[in-house]
Antibody, heavy 125, light 107 residues
Framework: EVQLVESGGGLVQPGGSLKLSCVAS????????MDWARQAPGKGLEWVGR????????????EYAASVEGRFTISRDDSQNLFYLHMNSLKTEDTALYYC??????????????WGQGTLVTVSS | DVRLTQSPSTVSASVGDRVTITCRAS??????LAWHQQKPGKAPKLLIY???NLASGVPLRFSGSGSGSQYTLTISSLQPDDFATYYC?????????FGGGTKVEIK
């Protein structure tokens, strides 16, 4: 069974940093594209960024939403089945529940297939 | 970015009703559309991918259709477990984007 468990959320001041982790189980992380998505309180869903697996890294290994480009960095440790989101220069508008998502391919296009339960990040002074 | 417009934003329905939700994209997305269900306090759950393919374990009362820039999610006979918010999502181009959601509530 695919399981994604996020951790690392919490309260941080504007301008601060936070690192989110996602432990993947039930599948081999190195074989898969992985995404981060978020949901502000009472709002809809927003994609944050993507990590392609190394087999496909002849194209850019990472993609980011414009709203986080230059502030957030995605990384992964395939040997430990861990997926990360490093968040710097946090803004109040980054307050959200952050989800780790596994993406699967359908004819070469990648859709969001499994979601973690989320970890809450609150940016406030 | 591709904008996805869902309608209606809220639908009030009874158990047994047929419910249809529409998702209109600002440009053609070539069938690269997924539908996710989210219950209060829970993570989203994939229902449909590639416009019409049912995800594993999803009941057959859910179906998806459409092409080009217009897509629909249909629940053939609404069950108590189906009261939730539904989001469409396109993955044809970066960034992946979501519709604003349709809340299915009890009439």
């Amino acid at each position: 069974e695919v399981q994604l468990v996020e951790s690392g959320g919490g309260l941080v001041q504007p301008g601060g940093s936070l690192k989110l982790s996602c432990v993947a189980s039930g599948f081999t992380l190195s074989h898969h594209y992985m995404d981060w998505a978020r949901q502000a309180p009472g709002k809809g869903l927003e994609w944050v960024g993507r990590s392609r697996n190394k087999a496909n890294s002849h194209v850019s290994e990472y993609e980011y939403a414009a709203s986080v480009e230059g502030r957030f960095t995605i990384s992964r440790d395939d040997s430990q089945n861990l997926f990360y989101l490093h968040m710097n220069s946090l803004k109040t508008e980054d307050t959200a529940l952050y989800y780790c998502v596994r993406a699967l391919s359908s004819s070469g296009w990648y859709y969001f297939e499994s979601w973690g339960q989320g970890t809450l990040v609150t940016v406030s002074s | 970015d591709v904008r996805l417009t869902q309608s209606p934003s809220t639908v009030s329905a009874s158990v047994g009703d047929r419910v249809t939700i529409t998702c209109r994209a600002s440009e053609t997305i070539s069938g690269c559309l997924a539908w996710h269900q989210q219950k209060p306090g829970k993570a989203p759950k994939l229902l449909i991918y590639a416009a019409s393919n049912l995800a594993s374990g999803v009941p057959l009362r859910f179906s998806g259709s459409g092409s080009g820039s217009q897509y629909t999610l249909t629940i053939s006979s609404l069950q108590p477990d189906d009261f939730a918010t539904y989001y469409c999502q396109q993955y044809n181009s970066y960034p992946p984007t979501f519709g604003g959601g349709t809340k299915v509530e009890i009439k």
